[in-house]
C-alpha cells in the first residue's frame, strides 16, 4: 500500500510540474557569439593493447565540434612530444576563448592519486617512467595559463 501511495505522489508530482510528452524538444546548436576551441585526441595503434574505438570516437566528437561551431584540432595515434605539443598548441589557441573543451580516448592509468594518457610509444613497463613516459592529465588544467598570455 504504501508503494502504490509514493507512486500516486510521484505522478502526481510529475503532472503538477507541467510535465507532458507533448512538451519534450530538441535542442537546437546555440548560435556562436564566442571563440570555442577543442582538442580531441584518439590513440589506438598502440604495439600492446591495440584499441579499436579511440580513433572513431575522436573523429566522431571532433565532426560534433565543429558543427556545434568550436575550432578543432584533432590528433590521432599520438606519441608523447606530439601529445605535449598538441597540448602546448590547444593552450595558445584557448587565449580569448569562452569554452574551451579536451577529450581523449586511448590508454590511460592512475598512479599515486595522479591521472595519466598512455601515449604511444615509448612502452611503459613500469609506475616509475610514468612521470617521463606518460602525459598527466593535470597538463591540460595547467593550459589556462595561456589564456592570460598575450
Known sequence: MQHAFQFLT???LVSSLGFAPQQVRKL???RQTSKRVALVIGNAAYQVGRLRNPVNDANAMAKTLQRYGFEVTLGVNLSQDAMREALEE???????????????SGHGVQDAGQNYMIPLEPQITKA???KYRAVEVGEVFQLRAYRDWE
Open 128 to 130: 616509475s617512467q610514468l
Open 90 to 104: 590547444f593552450g595558445k589557441a584557448s587565449r580569448g576563448a569562452t569554452v574551451t573543451l579536451f577529450y581523449y
Open 28 to 30: 537546437q546548436p546555440v
Open 10 to 12: 510521484l505522478c502526481a
